[in-house]
């Protein structure tokens, strides 16, 4: 097997525009070996384009994604609507691992191992369509973990979810990340940000205003944007710094 570390991640003066507007704008960042970091920041920032971005669905109108090493196969995502096949929950497994050319056996057992990891194999033969969302969404992460990729991107797995499922998705992320998967994750939700953050990127704007580990990041951050987020002020038209409105 091929084991080369597709880590470090680096991210140089990436900007995305579209219509002249700076969706991401001259972003540099490099994502190394470790564990799981959070990308925070208000509605509209800017995260879910990052992390296209990153994961290679959208080309940088200018600067580079640039990974260590080819990342074919070995990087996987999870969207924030994740789109289920008309299959049952086995087989969108199955599915996703046949496209990495896996033999039958194979998929079968890992299949049968992830869906017990995230406690859906009950529900092995259902179909998937008719599953909760909080249940789809264990299933989209089911379905990137069985494919073992060094690095997984996830785009607010628990929107939309109560707090119970929440808690349920949150630890299988966990998991996910004991099992050495390199977690990077897109929150608008501090709490779960705290909960479940080594290290933070808070943007805001297309704009990366802070990046830290989340002990500093949380209890001295720098910038101030981030400060008023952490103080759960609407970022979107009030500026801390001047106290006035932002058009
Ligand atoms: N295809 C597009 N065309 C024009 N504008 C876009 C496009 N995609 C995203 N945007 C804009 O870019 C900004 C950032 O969007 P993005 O979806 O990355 O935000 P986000 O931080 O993920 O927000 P949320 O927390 O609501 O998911 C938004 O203002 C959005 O309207
Ligand atoms: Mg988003």
Not at 47 to 56: D, F, N, T, W
Request: proline residues 5%; aromatic residues 6%.
């Amino acid at each position: 097997m091929n084991t080369d570390t597709i880590l470090p991640l680096s991210l140089d003066n990436l900007s995305f525009r579209i219509d002249g507007k700076k969706l991401i704008n001259n972003l540099s960042h490099r994502f190394n070996a470790g564990s799981k970091t959070i990308i925070l920041g208000p509605n509209g920032a800017g995260k879910s384009l990052l992390l296209r971005l990153c994961h290679g669905l959208l080309e940088p109108t200018s600067g580079s994604v640039a990974w260590h090493a080819d990342p074919a196969h070995k990087q996987a995502m999870v969207f924030q609507r994740p789109v289920m096949l008309r299959r049952s929950v086995a087989a969108n497994v199955d599915y996703a691992l046949s496209l990495k050319g896996l033999d039958p056996r194979t998929r079968a057992i890992r299949t049968g191992k992830v869906l017990e990891r995230t406690g859906l194999a009950h529900l092995a033969h259902h179909q998937a369509r008719v599953l909760s969302f909080g249940e789809q969404q264990k299933l989209a992460l089911a379905r990137a973990w069985a494919l073992k990729p060094q690095v997984l991107f996830l785009d607010e797995p628990t929107a939309s979810l109560d707090p119970a499922a929440t808690h349920a998705i949150e630890d299988v992320i966990k998991a996910i990340d004991g099992s050495g998967t390199r977690i990077i994750m897109t929150t608008h939700d501090l709490a779960q940000a705290k909960r479940l953050a080594d290290d933070v990127l808070f943007i805001h704007r297309g704009e990366l205003l802070e990046s830290a580990p989340a002990e500093s990041f949380f209890t001295r951050p720098n910038d101030p944007q981030a400060r008023a987020f952490l103080e759960g002020q609407l970022l979107w038209w009030n500026n801390p710094e001047t106290g006035t409105e932002m058009q």
